[in-house]
């Protein structure tokens, strides 16, 4: 259980959160959404311990959470990585197990074991040998959902994962996020889709510098929480036919 | 005899150890540099030692602890300036390493000098002594051994700097201690090219390499070995053909790099593999 309690963070002078609350249980599935700037990444980083908090506390299982790093892996958006790095595939997952292995460590049979496993779970062992470079958005996208189960995080947080993916592996990264979810992982998934690909959340957290709706699916998303969210850009979101938010 | 020849003289051969040892571990750190497209920050080290050896041989203090604080003292001034502005990595990189290098000339004038301004631009490897081999490779040593111990902690670092520090990695002192290891190899690339060409040694085989290969650890490996390379024909070159032997070393990197280019078997401009439309693959 991951809990948030009044969690504020300042931005070169600005408040870029403001007494955020949140909880997440065991094996629930929640999307965090928002406009841009809305803070997103920001809580994301703030949680971790990445960037300074201002106020509040971040607590995993009744511990602060940036003192159990081991248990939280951490998905960066596509544009942080450099995809023609010399790097491979299973190499890539075996990073989840460094500070497992520790310093001087050497992988272990354990640890290649564990990359082996997570490979299989989403389905990238065959690739394991091949450069990142020549994988497909969605298997890199797969690979570092790997990388997370390798390291045996608890707790996923995952950054714009469906960024810049199409509708068939938008599709294969979910069936992937309902295995981990089967596996009693917690993710928390920072987005900007909007659809019904938002039905398939436990949760949805409404994120604009505060929390504007925590609840379910079609109770998070009403018009008046979108409007609060989103305020002038809203009229632009409404005006696109392809919009199917309101149905869900 | 065309090999050996050169080596009656015991200057060629120091030569030779020392273009050895820079072309061997020079290419290993400047791999690094590459990954993180950083390659220019070699470049402002290199430049940013000047000042450091002016003043380190007025106080009559060790030249490589002058060079190596001065070096060290460009990549925190880069980073601040990054970090607490909005200017771009690329200006302040730009900023710092002409400022570094006026600095040095500043101090070289008023201090009177009488460090010799051009071995030190464009490499003095023909008067390699036997101490300056010594230290170059107690360096090197020093430097293998980290890039060795620490491979997996730079290698995470490199490539996901955040997923590292959200991981728990110090990601501050392996940046710092990947600058020191850059800043060692650029003291001793100074030794064999020069300040100016050192950036040569420190990129160009490695770039070579990242044409041909798939993993960072075999990048530094090729790496090195078109590093030595270089260097062994270079002098050669130099030796047989009465050239400059920096910028020959220079050039034969250069020649290698094109040859790769044109001629990796994967990413060759002539033999690469041409996309097929509907690559399941992809």
Partial sequence: MLEVCQLSVQYRGLLALENVSLRLGDGELVGLIGPNGAGKSTLLKALLGLIPIAAGRVLFRGRPLPRQRQQVAYMPQRSQIDWDYPITAGRVVMLGRTTAMGWFGKPTAQDQQRVQDALEQVGMWAYRHRPINELSGGQQQRIFLARALAQGADLIFLDEPFAGVDKPTEALLLQVFMTLKSLGKTLLVCSHEWGPVLTQYDRLLVLNRRVIADAPPHQAMTLENIQRAYGESLGAILADPHTPFLAC | ?282
């Avoid at chain 2, 995470?156 to 955040?162: A, E, G």
């Avoid at chain 2, 798939?214 to 030595?228: D, P, S, T, W, Y």
């Fill in chain 2, 1 to 282: 005899m065309f090999l050996l020849d050169p080596l009656r003289y015991e200057f060629m051969r120091l030569a030779l150890a020392s273009g050895l040892i820079s072309g061997l571990l020079c290419p290993v750190v400047g791999t690094y540099l590459i990954v993180q497209r950083m390659a220019l920050l070699g470049d402002v080290i290199a430049h940013a030692v000047l000042p450091g050896l002016v003043v380190a041989q007025f106080f009559r203090v060790d030249m490589l602890l002058g060079a190596f604080v001065s070096g060290m003292c460009s990549t925190f001034v880069t980073a601040w300036i990054r970090t607490q502005s909005r200017v771009k990595v690329d200006s302040a990189m730009a900023l710092t390493f002409s400022s570094f290098l006026s600095l040095g000339i500043l101090l070289f004038t008023l201090l009177r000098s009488r460090l010799d301004l051009e071995h030190l631009l464009f490499g003095d490897i023909l008067g390699t002594t036997l101490t300056d081999l010594v230290q170059m490779g107690l360096i090197t040593l020093l430097v293998l051994g980290i890039v060795t111990l620490f491979y997996k902690e730079f290698l995470f670092y490199t490539f996901d700097r955040l997923g590292a520090e959200a991981a728990g990695l110090p990601v501050r002192t392996l940046y710092v201690g990947l600058m020191a290891l850059i800043t060692l190899a650029i003291i001793v690339g100074m030794q064999a090219v020069g300040v100016i060409l050192v950036i040569t040694l420190l990129v160009g085989p490695a770039i070579t390499a990242y044409l041909l290969v798939r993993e960072l650890h075999q990048m530094m490996l090729l790496g090195a070995v078109f590093g030595i390379g270089s260097s062994v024909a270079g002098l050669y070159l130099s030796y047989y053909l009465n050239l400059p032997s920096g910028p020959a070393i220079a050039l034969v990197v250069f020649g290698l790099f094109l040859l790769a280019l044109l001629f990796s078997p994967t990413q060759g401009i002539l033999t690469r593999p041409k996309p097929t439309p509907g690559d399941p693959s992809r």
